[in-house]
């Protein structure tokens, strides 16, 4: 578990410097260089990931149950899942409703993606992982909305051919990965008889 958690406060460490001191942080790029500050933080970011993984897995093996989800939370979170691709995909589609209505799809799919793991996972190791990252993805949000920055979309309006390709490449993503990435990359498959 300490390996989990190292990666953790690694992850947020990196990832909460524009929110806890982001005039240091404008001094570094400022210092460094854009482009050296992004190769370092990139680093970081990547070896927390691995420290993540790898203490995730460890700690899997030995964690204890905090509670047995009932059948159904699988199910359940498997639309969850399904609408945080949606919302990441939404991200990347410029002109889509998605991106402009939640202003901020990208976070909002983590917080979407640890709620669904929360209710379909009862392990302590559960627990600190993916209630780690839905705290972040909630404090982020909030810190978003508070600085009212500007939205993600140039401002030019909505179109359903935008949105339409948004929501097709989420479900696509989504139907990748739980029938193949996701059993292959974690080793649990959420719909087993539809694993390819």
Known sequence: MSILIAGLVLFWG????????????????????????????????????VLICWGFVQARLVARFLWVPPFWTRYAAALLMLLAFVLLASYFVPRNAIKIRSRYPATL??????????????????MVLFGAFL????????????????????GLPATALGTGLAIIAGVIGWALFMLGLHPWLMGVAPFPSLTF
Do not use: C, Y
Not at 109 to 126: E, F, I, P, R
Not at 138 to 143: K, S, Y
């Open 14 to 49: 990196t990832h909460a410097l524009r929110m806890v001191v982001p005039a240091w942080r404008e001094r570094m790029m400022a210092r460094l260089g854009l482009a050296l500050w992004r190769v370092l933080v990139s680093i970081v970011s990547l070896l927390s990931v």
């Open 135 to 154: 705290a972040w993805a909630v404090w982020d949000l909030a810190v978003l909305r508070r600085q009212e920055r500007t939205r993600l979309d140039t």
């Open 109 to 126: 799919s983590v917080a979407v993606w640890a709620w669904a793991h929360l209710l379909a996972n009862g392990k302590t190791v559960d």
